[in-house]
């Protein structure tokens, strides 16, 4: 019996093993890295004090760093891009948390949402990473779901209705969460080789996710 066959298919399993747990841990430290960046960014904004309009421009920035980062994610210019990205869109939530700082329990909602946020982020990381399962099948559905939110945002920002707004960021929960799950899934599967582009993606989730769920406790608090 010829045992080449068989031990090329388990040395090829070996290494793809070696290089899915190889992205797998340069992601999550860059994120790591990115998410303290990010933090200390917000944190100059919030000193200085930004307007709300150079917010939005700073988010308009951010998305423009998006392609740049997928442009570069293939050399070292990406761990540059990634952190300008991070950086930036750090930075534009310095009026927001400055927003809620004000609040006589603006702390408090500040730390339940990171709390909150590490808790989702971790335990769904956890459950795909335990149980390997493949979670690609919610790719449609997420992305439907994105278009609805990015829509109904459009629209909220001419229409002020505070029920559709606390709606609205119940569904981001729930769509961050499946993207935390899509996304690291992706990575343990194959189905993202680059950690740059891994971690953007569990960036983005952690980030909205946060900003969702801070929306939903400063709504419930002023209620």
Same mark, same amino acid.
């Given at each position: *019996?010829?045992?080449?066959? &068989?031990?090329?298919?388990?040395? /090829?399993?070996?290494?793809?093993? =070696?290089?899915?747990?190889?992205?797998?841990?340069?992601?999550?430290?860059?994120?790591? *890295?990115?998410?303290?960046?990010? +933090?200390?960014?917000?944190?100059? +904004?919030?000193?200085?004090?930004?307007?709300?309009?150079? +917010?939005? &421009?700073?988010? !308009?920035?951010?998305?423009? !760093?998006?392609?740049?980062?997928?442009? /570069?994610?293939?050399?070292?210019?990406?761990?540059?891009?990634?952190?300008?990205?991070?950086? #930036? @869109?750090?930075?534009? @939530?310095?009026?927001?948390? %400055?927003?809620?700082?004000?609040?006589?329990?603006?702390?408090?909602?500040?730390?339940?949402?990171?709390?909150? /946020?590490? &808790? =989702? $982020?971790?335990?769904?990381?956890?459950? =795909?990473?335990?149980?390997?399962?493949?979670?690609?099948?919610?790719?449609? $559905?997420?992305?439907?779901?994105?278009?609805?939110?990015? #829509?109904?945002?459009?629209?909220?920002?001419?229409? %002020?209705?505070?029920?559709?707004?606390?709606?609205?960021?119940? @569904?981001?929960?729930?769509?961050?969460?499946?993207?935390?799950?899509?996304?690291?899934?992706?990575?343990?599967?194959?189905?993202? /080789? %680059?950690?740059?582009? +891994?971690?953007?993606?569990?960036?983005?989730?952690?980030? %909205?996710?946060?900003?969702?769920?801070?929306?939903?406790?400063?709504?419930?608090?002023?209620?």
């Amino acid at each position: *019996m010829d045992r080449k066959p &068989v031990m090329t298919a388990a040395s /090829t399993s070996l290494g793809a093993g =070696v290089e899915i747990n190889k992205v797998l841990r340069n992601t999550y430290m860059l994120l790591g *890295m990115t998410l303290l960046f990010s +933090a200390a960014t917000a944190g100059v +904004a919030m000193a200085l004090q930004i307007s709300q309009m150079t +917010a939005l &421009v700073l988010s !308009l920035v951010g998305f423009g !760093l998006l392609f740049v980062v997928n442009k /570069t994610a293939e050399s070292a210019k990406g761990i540059v891009a990634v952190f300008a990205f991070t950086g #930036v @869109l750090g930075a534009a @939530l310095g009026p927001m948390l %400055n927003h809620y700082l004000g609040m006589a329990n603006g702390p408090s909602l500040i730390m339940q949402a990171l709390g909150g /946020t590490a &808790v =989702v $982020f971790f335990a769904l990381s956890a459950y =795909v990473l335990t149980t390997r399962k493949d979670f690609s099948f919610m790719g449609g $559905f997420l992305m439907v779901g994105l278009i609805v939110a990015v #829509v109904a945002s459009i629209a909220l920002m001419f229409f %002020n209705v505070p029920a559709a707004s606390m709606a609205l960021s119940a @569904l981001i929960v729930l769509l961050m969460s499946g993207f935390i799950l899509f996304d690291t899934s992706r990575i343990i599967h194959g189905g993202e /080789t %680059n950690y740059i582009r +891994a971690t953007v993606s569990l960036y983005l989730d952690i980030y %909205n996710l946060f900003t969702a769920l801070l929306h939903l406790l400063g709504a419930t608090s002023d209620d």
